[in-house]
């Protein structure tokens, strides 16, 4: 597997380049396609897009100069 190759070639170690592969194809099973209540239970708020995440919080991630 390719993306295994290059996370070991990069310097993961083998457990955990081995998870990323399996978390991987999880994901592209699907796997994270559920959408539940959590945030609100767990928050008290909506969940927010990850656009909107992004929008509040870009100045965080901009480089200081």
Do not use: C, Q, S
């Not at 390719?2 to 099973?29: I, S």
């Not at 559920?34 to 995440?53: E, L, P």
Request: hydrophobic share 50%; no cysteine; glycine share 10%.
């Amino acid at each position: 597997d390719a993306h295994r190759t290059n996370l070991l070639r990069a310097g993961l170690p083998d457990w955990l380049a081995e998870d990323y592969v399996t978390m991987g194809r999880w994901f592209a099973a699907g796997g994270g396609a559920a959408i539940t209540d959590t945030v609100a239970t767990v928050t008290g708020g909506r969940a927010r897009t990850y656009a909107a995440w992004a929008k509040d919080y870009a100045a965080a991630f901009k480089a200081v100069a």
